[in-house]
């Protein structure tokens, strides 16, 4: 009947039809949450579908058709897309020809109609009971909203023009009443096709997605359906073609453009042992791949999942918004009630009632945010909802970790002390030998430094990981602990006073409770980085600080040539201590780090971004925003797309809340006749759609 997905939470997908503003999606919520057995209910207006959360392995999905019904929607049939994708002209132009079109029919309404007199001459040649089928049968759709809002108690914004409709026809008026009704028609098209464009830059994103992938097996190279490709395959990539799974090349060369995944232009070469990632092209040389991944379980489905998602998370601007539109109807029917008992003009009253347009104020924010987030996504740039976007545009503390974010996070081993009568080699090995394991880039360091000069390691027993300090484990025999001064100091007798040197992180190795040698590591800083922290300070970010895990001197020295503040030797703990001290004296802070060692200071910062998270599913989870490549040109581009974004929701909700109230003013004085009052109505979702179409530009 209707498709849907039921994964192993007992999670259900269902698509719906007909949703084209923030208040409807509100709807199919309250709707569905009625039904027996549904504990949680998202509803998507970008992707057009609404995700119910359920602790029952089934649900009756037949009450759950006649709930969507009732509120006024449908759900798609197998055989239907939601809605259909738009021709790929310019924005701009298409609003404008909308606009026009919009003002030459108003004016042919109007000039032809009242000013001509051809509505008196219809209504004397129209017998009343035609003129009145007329209107119910033109506005039907409408009418049945209103009454299957009514069945539910609530109020929509079709609920006080159908009643001025029918006061039009109460009134004798009933040509008035099929030309409100016209332009209700014509609003919601507008409406609709505002709907349409906010989900543009998701659907752009969608169809990138691969749909086949040529696989082999049993010696054969079939074509199969991405669903049906499994953990493990060979997957053949040929030129041209796009990659349609993640996975790691065991055969062939090739250059790829990973921009869907990355946002980065430049193509890469990719050979053996890379990583490569579904929805890339291959510019040419073909590729055998072992998947890794396919279908949602990808790097590219799951920033389109957390892209969908990100409407979920809505900021306070738009928290407002909604609750306004509550409260909106209500008055207006009021000030309507006022105008007729004031006037006692039903005309004027009728003018009152179609001219308020309540989407127009739920259509300001999202919009705006839907259309900022697909594009950021488009560049690489993950935000994780409008809520993020509003807390980074009143940020003004930047916290930045170093290794790996603003170095290059692949440090190499500069210099080899040994103590105690130890060859160079042989420190070398027990350190290598002991963060054999270990996934830290410095433990990288240790075993690239190893195996460069050909040295064996040994496998190290009853490994031991401290966060924010080192290891242990014990290497052929010996008890050897691998880390910062500060563990060192735990399990050493000797002094430690005077060790570090200038520059580089120290690395120390302990062997029982004796120092066995110092290790120095040092990194490469990120070129574009001073460029980038130039561009923060002059957006006004008042304040920038280093925090890092590394040694004090090896912090001053980047500090020094970035001239920043920092604070050096940290612990996790310390970090989010630090944010915490930030949030209590009131500020908004940013914390920009690897997305997995500084997983818990992202988390407590107001926004946490992770840099080059492509094919981490951790680090995607982690932040409130990823950033698919190590760039940090992307930070100061984030601050300029929600500041963009920002702007445009403000002049958004300052437009219609001053086209709002000025229609209602000109209509409660008896200025706005009731048919301009109804083409009226329909102008704010324009406005804010070539406002917000600015966001799509690139």
């Given amino acids: 009947m209707f498709s849907m997905t039921i994964e192993e939470e007992h999670s259900y997908e269902i698509p719906i039809i007909g949703m084209d503003c923030a208040e409807c999606t509100r709807h199919v919520q309250r709707a569905l949450l009625d039904v027996p057995g549904v504990d949680q209910v998202q509803v998507y207006l970008a992707s057009e579908k609404a995700v119910l959360s359920s602790g029952q392995p089934t649900l009756d999905m037949e009450a759950v058709k006649k709930a969507v019904v009732a509120a006024g929607y449908a759900i798609a049939e197998e055989t239907e897309t939601p809605s259909k994708s738009l021709p790929e002209a310019g924005l701009a132009g298409r609003v404008g020809r909308l606009t026009a079109a919009l003002f030459a029919l108003i004016l042919l309404v109007v000039v032809a109609g009242e000013w001509l007199g051809l509505f008196d001459i219809l209504m004397e040649l129209v017998p009343p009971i035609l003129g009145i089928a007329a209107v119910l049968l033109a506005g039907f759709p409408i009418f049945k909203k209103v009454v299957q809002a009514a069945r539910q108690r609530r109020v929509i914004a079709h609920t006080l023009m159908s009643i001025g409709v029918l006061a039009a026809l109460i009134a004798g008026q009933w040509i008035t009443a099929l030309l409100v009704v016209f332009f209700m028609r014509v609003g919601d098209a507008i409406e609709g096709y505002t709907a349409e464009q906010a989900r543009q830059a998701l659907r752009e994103l969608t169809r990138m997605a691969p749909q086949t992938a040529t696989v082999v097996r049993d010696g054969l190279e079939i074509n199969l359906p991405v669903g049906e490709v499994v953990s493990g395959d060979i997957v053949i990539i040929r030129p041209g073609e796009k990659i349609p799974v993640d996975g790691l090349v065991i055969d062939g060369q090739a250059t790829l453009d990973q921009a869907t995944i990355t946002g980065e232009s430049m193509p890469v070469d ?42 979920a998370n809505r900021g306070e601007v738009q ?20 105008t007729l008992l004031i006037s006692g003009d039903p005309m004027a009253t009728v003018a009152v009632l179609v001219v308020a347009c309540s989407c127009a104020i739920a259509l300001a924010t999202p919009i705006a945010m839907l259309a900022s987030i697909g594009q950021a996504a488009k560049k690489g740039i993950l935000i994780k909802g409008g809520k993020y976007i509003e807390l980074l545009d009143q940020a ?30 042989e420190l070398l090995v027990l350190a290598a030998s002991a963060e054999k394991y270990s996934e830290h880039p410095l433990a990288e360091a240790v075993r690239s430094a190893a195996i460069g000069r050909r040295l064996d390691l040994m496998e190290p027993l009853h490994f031991e990981s401290m966060a924010g300090l080192g290891l242990r484990a014990e290497v052929d025999g010996r008890l050897v602990t691998v ?17 570090s040197e200038d520059g580089g992180t120290m690395i120390y190795v302990a062997v029982g409770d004796s120092l066995a040698g110092i290790l120095v590591a040092t990194d490469t800083l990120r070129s574009e980085v001073p460029e980038a922290l130039q561009q923060i300070r002059e957006m006004g970010i008042s304040k920038l600080e280093l925090i890092t895990g590394d040694n004090r001197r090896s912090a001053a020295a980047l500090a020094m040539a970035l001239d920043l503040p920092y604070r050096a030797e940290l612990l996790p703990e310390d970090k989010i201590a630090i944010v915490k001290e930030y949030q209590d004296r009131g500020h908004k802070v940013v914390m920009v780090g690897d997305g ?28 409130h925003v990823s950033l ?12 300029r797309i929600t500041r963009r974004t920002m702007g445009v929701v403000r002049l958004n909700l300052g437009f219609t809340g001053v086209y709002n109230i000025v229609g209602l003013a000109l209509a409660a004085v008896g200025i706005l006749p009731p048919v301009l009052a109804a083409a009226a109505q329909s102008l704010p979702d324009l406005g804010i759609l070539a406002n917000s179409s600015r966001l799509l530009k690139d």
Avoid: C
């Fill in 483 to 499: 880390g910062n001064k500060r563990m060192i100091k735990s399990v050493i007798v000797q002094d430690t006073s005077g060790l």
């Fill in 319 to 338: 928290r407002l918004a909604d609750k306004f539109t509550q409260y909106y109807l209500p008055v207006v029917g009021l000030i309507a009630f006022l």
């Fill in 596 to 623: 997995v060692n500084d997983a818990p200071a992202l988390a407590q910062a107001d926004v946490g971004v992770a840099m080059g998270v492509a094919g981490s599913d951790v680090a995607l989870e982690a932040a």
């Fill in 396 to 425: 003004d503390v930047l916290l930045i970790d170093k290794t790996g974010t603003l170095t290059l996070g692949r440090p190499q081993i500069s210099q080899i002390m040994p103590t105690n009568g130890l060859e160079e080699n």
């Fill in 270 to 311: 990719v050979g053996p042992g890379a990583t490569v990632f579904a929805a890339t092209f291959t510019h040419m040389g073909s590729l055998r791949v072992q998947v890794s991944a396919s279908g949602a379980d990808t790097t590219f489905g799951k920033i389109l999942k957390l892209v969908e998602e990100a409407e």
């Fill in 628 to 639: 698919l490549r190590d760039d940090w040109q992307l930070i100061p581009e984030l601050f």
